[in-house]
């Protein structure tokens, strides 16, 4: 069997290039289709992240303050009458 020219050398380190080029591409779109979920999750997450926080503000500003209790009068003594 003959050696390789240095042009058939050349041809076949230049196709093994294409695939291995062809790889990164789907890797690279994959990852990027990854990113953008993950980056539409984050957003959504941050959404109900503030909405619940409002929720939480609106539920504090309904409580009593903790140094100034509501002023309560004592029911009326039925032998007091």
Do not use: F, H, W
Not at 44 to 52: D, E, T
Request: hydrophobic share 40%.
């Amino acid at each position: 069997m003959a050696t390789p020219t240095q042009i058939e050398q050349v041809a076949e380190r230049t196709e093994r290039l294409l695939v291995r080029y062809r790889k990164l591409q789907r890797a690279n779109q994959l990852l990027t289709e990854q990113v953008a979920g993950l980056a539409y999750e984050r957003d959504s997450l941050k959404s109900r992240l503030g909405a619940a926080r409002a929720r939480i503000d609106a539920l504090l500003e309904r409580l009593p303050q903790i140094g100034n209790p509501p002023a309560i009068r004592p029911a009326p003594r039925k032998d007091a009458e």
